[in-house]
């Protein structure tokens, strides 16, 4: 349904008594300073500023106004009116006159002749008027104060028929020489009939008037006119025939008791009438006594199809009788619900801007072709799914705040709006109020309005097709920060908030959009500034909510939900609301732990990284080997994940002590350094050897433990376990102080004497450069002269030549003697 459908009727009403249904024009606005008054007033009449005028209030409402452009009839002036009550007499005259001017007469006597010429007269002055009379535009519910719409708007209604019906046909007939053809032109004049049947459409609606007394009246007026008619087209009949053939028509035939109707053109008119209403009555009802009847072919085929439409005004007012009866009709729940409103709003006392609001909007839902959805009920949901897209979608798509939105998600927020409409002067929403709405605008237009601490108004913006209100206090929990008035008839499409909530819950990527249609339009909108804050801290925790649900569906090993949120837009790589560590890394620990290859294979392919360490330093390569999960470790593994640790020391001296040989052997075979050292400069041999745990200190042996490194005290391990007095120990000890000075290349007389051979772990990345550029590093001993340890590093990490040693500080180091045992070097090319 299209804006182009409503159809908002004026009710003319002139006193404030007569104002118990009827829309007004917007007289008594909301309560606002005087300037804002009169901006709706003059926006409402559609005046701009340069020509402003000033009208008393009688004026303005009911007075005719002389505006610059001509002079103009306001519909509910009192003078119109009562000339529209004048013109409605003798609209019932000339309905009633004309058949039988029709039937009886052959050109009027002299003082019908007068009366006729005077109602003509009168008809012809409503014309004129007509073309003065502004009127209410269906759409935009403004006052027409422009002679061309005016006129074009009459000469495309009634204007040609209602001319037509001025004219002295009568007088035409006899100037033709009393031609039979033109007195069929008389019928012409039962357009005037509209004025009677919109005076009952407005009778039944006034709810002072007993309703059911109005329809009596109503139908009882069709039947008489129908009947009337027939009765005025049966004597016509009778009368086309020559006087010497009467007896062969129905009247010319008919013989009551003594009484004969042999030459019943100079019987008495009335006489003539009442008989011919008498043949039409009964034959209406079917009843007939067989006294009149049907005498020549004319009269049997007129009768035919007469009573074919007898037998359909029965039905018509049987039909509105039971409706009476049952109270079904629309019209009357209309009349039972304005009474019931009426009463509450009498007892509550309410306002008199209030109740004309309220009252108008009822009478907007009656009158126009408002969308019901309880007519939509009994489709089944898919098809009012394709109603609602074919009506709403080119409106939703052409809104700002939707742009770049799925369209699975536009379709479901079709799917659940609302169209309503509101009549001038309304307030959709209070500054300050809790909103659980959103509108979008159709047609029409709105302005939003900012109300000062000293109760002053001024306007914010203005609210026209495509646009939104509400989303502010919705999206972001806040009270409305303006108000929403209406300054013409708006159609708008409304979203509550929890529908709202549900489709975001499911098509979240599409709300983080919404929240940054919202921060782009900042600039412009100054409602959207003041509030950027509020907007960032809701799209933050979206964002965090977000980052919960991925993390709960890689915990629970749930592939298919992970791979939908991801793939619906999902960040792996964001962090949480805490900021603890890196999404991908929970996702990836919690994975690895749970010893889920799926989830695992999956994020590896959606490249998440893989060797980034949480907030306490674990990588998910070492969760997966902590667990003894050996598929993940080595799927890890091959994505490039390392075991770099900050306290890597700490951490296997507390392994040692916890006598976890499985873990150890699976964390060397992954390339952890065996010589790590924690705070004290102890590496997991020193804990082993002065614990006297043989089995561990072999299997560090094995992995390429030294027990030349010294803690902070100058201990070695062998020194540690001389001091513990395991004699396997210590045997175990010394065999592998020999082995390693044999294997050294760098050995000389004084290594026999205690001094051990210094080692240097180099790796092949600058110092400076972030965790995800660094790679597994080469532990070396230290030759005699630099270029010799670059030549072994570049040898054995694979590099070009062209390189040097810089320290952990990026400095670079010229001479071997500058190297400490067991410092962390690295190796970058000259250019880097």
């Given at each position: ?8 009727r004026?009710?003319?009403r ?30 409402e ?17 009911h ?11 306001h ?10 009550q ?45 073309f ?19 006129a074009l ?31 069929y ?27 059911m ?6 139908l ?6 129908c ?14 025939l ?13 013989k ?5 109707y042999s ?12 008989t ?34 007898d ?9 509105n009788m ?10 009357e729940?209309?009349?039972d ?8 709003m ?26 019901d ?33 799925s369209?699975e998600f ?6 659940r ?5 509101f009549?001038p ?16 605008v ?8 900012g ?6 108004e ?25 108000t ?6 708006c ?64 915990y ?19 962090i949480?609301?805490?900021g ?14 749970s ?8 994020l ?6 893989a ?11 070492l ?44 964390i ?11 705070y ?12 006297g745990?043989y ?7 094995e992995?390429?433990?030294s ?13 540690e376990?001389?001091?513990?007095g ?15 000075l ?13 001094i051990h ?21 080469v ?14 590093a ?26 400490n ?6 190796l970058v090319?000259?250019?880097h």
């Amino acid at each position: 349904m299209g804006g182009d459908d409503v159809v908002v009727r004026e009710k003319e009403r002139s006193s404030s008594d007569d104002g118990e249904y009827e829309i007004e024009e917007l007289r008594e606005g909301i309560r606002s300073s005087c300037a804002s008054r009169f901006n709706l007033i003059t926006n409402e009449l559609g005046l701009h500023h340069s020509n402003r005028r000033t009208f008393s209030r009688e004026s303005l409402i009911h007075g005719i106004r002389d505006l610059s452009n001509g002079l103009f009839i306001h519909p509910d002036n009192r003078w119109y009116r009562a000339w529209t009550q004048f013109i409605l007499l003798w609209a019932v005259y000339s309905s009633f006159f004309t058949p039988m001017e029709f039937g009886f007469f052959r050109g009027l006597p002299e003082n019908l002749f007068i009366l006729d010429i005077v109602g003509q007269v009168a008809f012809l002055v409503d014309i004129v008027l007509q073309f003065f009379v502004a009127y209410r535009d269906s759409q935009t519910y403004r006052m027409v104060y422009k002679h061309t719409p005016i006129a074009l708007r009459y000469f495309k209604s009634n204007f040609i028929t209602d001319l037509l019906g001025c004219l002295p046909w009568d007088l035409i007939y006899k100037a033709c020489g009393r031609k039979e053809e033109v007195r069929y032109l008389l019928w012409i004049r039962l357009s005037r009939v509209r004025k009677v049947t919109d005076f009952f459409h407005h009778m039944e609606k006034d709810i002072r008037i007993n309703y059911m007394f109005t329809k009596l009246v109503k139908l009882l007026a069709v039947e008489l006119y129908c009947t009337h008619t027939a009765a005025c087209i049966f004597y016509y009949l009778a009368t086309t025939l020559p006087p010497e053939q009467e007896g062969y028509t129905w009247i010319g035939s008919l013989k009551m008791g003594d009484y004969s109707y042999s030459h019943f053109r100079e019987i008495d008119i009335w006489r003539r009438y009442t008989t011919s209403l008498y043949f039409a009555i009964v034959t209406m009802a079917t009843v007939g006594y067989g006294d009149i009847h049907a005498v020549n072919l004319r009269e049997m085929i007129f009768i035919m199809i007469y009573v074919s439409f007898d037998m359909v005004l029965g039905a018509y007012l049987i039909g509105n009788m039971t409706a009476i009866i049952v109270k079904g009709s629309k019209t009357e729940k209309f009349r039972d619900k304005m009474t019931d409103l009426t009463k509450y709003m009498n007892r509550n006392r309410l306002e008199r801007d209030l109740r004309n609001q309220i009252k108008g909007h009822l009478r907007l839902q009656y009158e126009s072709s408002y969308t019901d959805a309880a007519v939509l009920q009994e489709i089944p949901i898919s098809l009012r799914a394709k109603i609602f897209q074919t009506l709403y979608l080119p409106y939703i798509e052409k809104v700002s705040l939707f742009k770049g939105c799925s369209s699975e998600f536009i379709n479901q927020i079709v799917t659940r709006l609302h169209e309503e409409f509101f009549l001038p002067g309304e307030v959709i929403m209070e500054q300050g109020n809790v909103v659980d709405q959103l509108y979008f605008v159709c047609h029409g237009t709105l302005e939003e309005v900012g109300i000062g601490e000293d109760g002053t108004e001024g306007t914010v913006s203005m609210l026209q097709p495509n646009s939104y209100f509400g989303e502010i206090s919705i999206l972001c929990n806040v009270p409305q920060p303006y108000t929403v008035r209406v300054c013409e008839l708006c159609r708008l499409l409304r979203l509550d908030k929890q529908s709202l909530t549900n489709i975001l819950d499911i098509y979240f990527c599409d709300g983080r959009k919404i929240f940054n249609n919202l921060l782009e339009g900042k600039e412009s909108n100054l409602r959207v500034k003041q509030l950027e804050s509020d907007i960032t801290f809701h799209i933050d925790k979206q964002e965090a909510e977000l980052a919960l649900r991925v993390n709960s569906a890689a915990y629970n090993g749930d592939i298919h939900q992970l791979k939908s949120l991801i793939r619906a837009g999902a960040d792996p790589n964001k962090i949480d609301y805490d900021g603890r560590s890196p999404l991908v890394c929970i996702m990836l620990h919690l994975a690895a732990s749970s010893g889920y290859e799926d989830v695992t294979r999956f994020l590896i392919e959606e490249g998440v990284k893989a060797d980034i360490k949480d907030k306490f330093g674990n990588t998910p390569l070492l969760e997966a080997i902590k667990n003894g999960h050996d598929r993940v470790a080595s799927l890890l593994a091959e994505a490039g994940a390392t075991l770099m640790m900050d306290d890597a020391g700490s951490f296997l001296c507390m392994a040692v002590v916890r006598g976890d040989t499985d873990f150890l052997k699976r964390i060397f075979s992954y390339g952890m350094d065996p010589n790590a050292k924690d705070y004290d400069h102890r590496t997991p041999l020193h804990v082993a050897s002065s614990e006297g745990l043989y089995l561990m200190a072999k299997l560090l042996l094995e992995a390429g433990a030294s027990v030349f490194s010294k803690d902070r005290w100058g201990n070695t391990p062998l020194d540690e376990g001389r001091m513990c007095g395991n004699k396997n120990l210590i045997r175990l000890l010394e065999d592998a102080k020999s082995a390693q000075l044999s294997e050294s290349p760098y050995h000389s007389q004084e290594n026999t004497d205690g001094i051990h051979p210094r080692k240097c772990t180099v790796f092949p990345f600058h110092p400076w450069d972030p965790e995800e550029h660094r790679r597994v590093g080469v532990v070396l001993w230290v030759p005699h002269t630099i270029e010799e340890l670059i030549k072994n590093a570049t040898e054995q990490l694979d590099l070009s030549s062209g390189c040097c040693i810089l320290s952990e500080d990026a400095g670079k180091i010229l001479d071997v003697d500058m190297i400490n045992d067991d410092q962390k070097l690295h190796l970058v090319s000259e250019t880097h």
